[in-house]
């Protein structure tokens, strides 16, 4: 009987692990000074949002009573910085229910010229991922960014309208990292998002696990993964919304 009840035991705990699998991610900040940081938003050395000068679109939603736009957040840590490895990173955003149809996305350089600047359509609410044409220079390795997402609440852009901000540092990876993109040959994979996570790279952690999520809806470790993920930066309130396709 003994050797049939360790068996047991054994038997369930196994499907107990199947059935609810530990978490696939762990994400380690990296262990260096992030920028400082204002009410509003992130900032440093007291850079601010300013909207472009040029004849922007016009938004056509309206205004709307039930918008909630204090609710719209960057898919980032605390302190609303993250690492990339890569020229072209994914920048994520939890779009609210809002009248606006319009946003404006911009990318800086840290001294606050202007490397990148586009107006964004939105269509309803949701996590919505951003991403620089190849048409532009990528960011620089050893360089640091600000990317500001606003949206177009009224007829024009303001300064005051509803955006967040982030910063994003383009570094090299460390040879342990270089080893597991070249064990997955830079496909996609839980094991590749948790290296990211594990070295700190906030951008292609969550990149990865967005791009594993939209590809697999229906696996659980995957789902559980992301909300991981996002519960380690204070973001699990917004775990399970849905991901926006960005209209033409």
């Known amino acids: 009987m003994l050797p049939r009840l360790i068996l047991s035991t054994l038997t369930i705990g196994l499907i107990s692990r199947l059935s609810f699998p530990a978490a696939a991610i762990t994400f380690i900040p990296p262990n260096e000074e992030p920028p400082r940081q204002t009410q509003g938003g992130a900032s440093r050395g007291d850079v601010t949002f300013i909207p472009p000068t040029d004849d922007p679109p016009v938004n056509t939603g309206g205004a709307g009573s039930r918008d909630t736009t204090s609710d719209l957040r960057a898919l980032l840590p605390t302190d609303h910085y993250g ?84 910063w994003v540092r383009r570094v090299s990876p460390d040879e342990e990292l270089k080893a597991v993109v070249g064990q997955t040959k830079g496909r996609r994979s839980l094991p590749l998002a948790n290296a990211y996570g594990r070295q700190g790279i906030w951008y292609d952690a969550l990149s990865t696990l967005a ?26 309130a917004i775990a399970n919304e849905p991901f926006l396709d960005v209209p033409d």
């Open 211 to 236: 791009d594993l999520r939209q590809n697999r809806p229906d696996a659980s470790v995957v789902s559980q993964s992301w909300d991981d993920l996002l519960d380690q930066v204070g973001l699990a």
């Open 83 to 166: 690492q990339t490895t890569q020229a072209y990173p994914s920048f994520f955003v939890y779009v609210p229910r809002t009248s606006a149809r319009l946003a404006f996305f911009s990318v800086l350089t840290e001294d606050g010229e202007h490397h990148y600047q586009g107006y964004v359509p939105i269509a309803e609410m949701g996590v919505m991922r951003l991403e620089l044409p190849e048409t532009i220079p990528g960011l620089e390795t050893g360089q640091t960014y600000q990317w500001h997402f606003a949206l177009v609440t009224e007829e024009r852009l303001r300064p005051d309208s509803p955006r967040v901000s982030g």
